[in-house]
């Protein structure tokens, strides 16, 4: 254990995974330590830039990465199709920046089109005096017990970017228009400010991710982790004033996490309709149908499928639910048919 001065936290790049963390907490440097755990944090040193250049900061801002620099993440696996496959290291050895938010990991495959992963030498894990290690988790938003939003709509998608953020946040535009109080939720992913500060911008009354609830990332999170941190986030935006909630899952139904969101009879059970994201006929009919086969109200598709009229009409002879573009969603006058949707559901689950 090794005390360190909080004028070099302070002069560390902070990332945005960590911007609910009071540094004031962070006395000491933990440099031998084996088996750091999701979420716990890290004081790195850039050694080599690779695809990710910048680190986004808590304000949102993406600050441009030196070698050399120190850095603050915290550890997390990853799981991004078109990015990076990372899993927590097993020691403070080197490895990697696996996303611009601020994560941790040791990287194992990655796509093609990148160029590799931005290289760290951990320095050691923040800790309190007595050893103990920071971690996410301690700076997660309490537990409340109240009622949750009155409407519930999700958003699945095929995978990453399948236009499940443009769907969400245009959905938010369309309720919020209306004159609805909405509060916008990403409840699995990566942690990044991104689709947040979009949500914010769409008119959402508050916005929060699963970040908030302790999580660096939430691959390889148990189920029941997922499950009551949605469920209290749900329960906070009530509290803060939402009428009703859109969420976001990220990744695609194959990914292990979210096929077991999608099958959760508590997850299941908070939704009063879903509308699924697909960037082609095929994967949208077939996450359509893999929604209903769970029991979903499925409200409709959209996403970069939308991009193309002829791959639309190709799936909506093959459904039968209708497509919106995120214009449509954006409309006031499509909000009254969701909402109608979600009270006959209210309705039928109270007889």
């Known amino acids: 254990m090794e ?29 031998t330590a ?12 850039v050694q080599s830039i690779g695809s990710h250049k910048r680190i986004e900061l808590p304000n949102g801002r993406k600050a441009v990465l030196h ?14 199709p078109d990015q990076y496959e990372a899993y927590v290291p097993e020691t403070l050895d080197p490895c990697h920046m696996v996303a611009a938010g601020g994560i941790a990991a040791k990287a194992v495959t990655w796509h093609d089109r990148l160029s ?33 939003p009155s409407a519930v709509f999700g958003v699945f998608g095929t995978s990453m970017n399948a236009g499940k953020t443009a769907t969400a946040a245009a959905l938010v535009r369309g309720f919020a228009r209306s004159g609805y109080k909405v509060g916008a939720l990403k409840v699995t992913g ?7 500060w979009l ?27 997922i499950v009551a941190t949605t469920r209290n986030l749900l329960r906070t935006l009530h509290r803060s004033g939402c009428d009703l ?25 908070l939704f009063d309709g879903v509308l699924f994201a697909a960037g082609d006929a095929l994967g949208a009919v077939a996450g359509v149908h893999s929604l209903e ?7 409709g598709i959209s996403g970069a499928v939308m991009q193309s009229p002829l791959a639309v009409r190709e799936a909506i002879v093959n459904v039968d639910v209708p497509a919106f573009s995120l214009a449509d969603l954006q409309n006031p006058n499509t909000i009254p048919g969701m909402m109608e949707h979600a009270v006959s559901g209210h309705l039928a689950a109270a007889q």
């Open 245 to 269: 909630a859109v969420v976001e899952i990220a990744d695609g139904l194959f990914q292990d996490e979210t096929r077991q969101v999608a099958a959760s009879p508590l997850m299941h059970s």
């Open 34 to 45: 084996q088996n750091p755990q999701s979420g716990d944090l890290v004081l790195a040193r």
């Open 116 to 148: 590799g992963p931005t290289a760290i030498e951990p320095i050691g894990i923040l800790s309190r005096s007595n050893g103990e290690a920071i971690n996410l988790k301690q700076f997660a938003l309490p537990t409340i017990a109240c009622a949750m």
């Open 199 to 225: 949500m914010h911008d769409s008119g959402a009354t508050q916005v929060l991710d699963f970040t908030d609830g302790g999580l660096a990332t939430t691959f390889g999170t148990p189920l029941d982790t």
């Open 3 to 31: 005390p360190i001065a909080p004028t070099r936290l302070i002069s560390a790049k902070r990332s945005y995974a960590m911007r609910r963390v009071n540094l004031s907490e962070c006395t000491h440097l933990n440099v």
């Open 190 to 196: 990566t942690a990044a400010g991104g689709d947040p």
């Open 293 to 299: 086969r769970l029991g979903y109200p499925v409200l």
């Open 67 to 80: 070698e050399g620099d120190e850095i603050l993440l915290a550890f997390g696996n990853r799981y991004a």
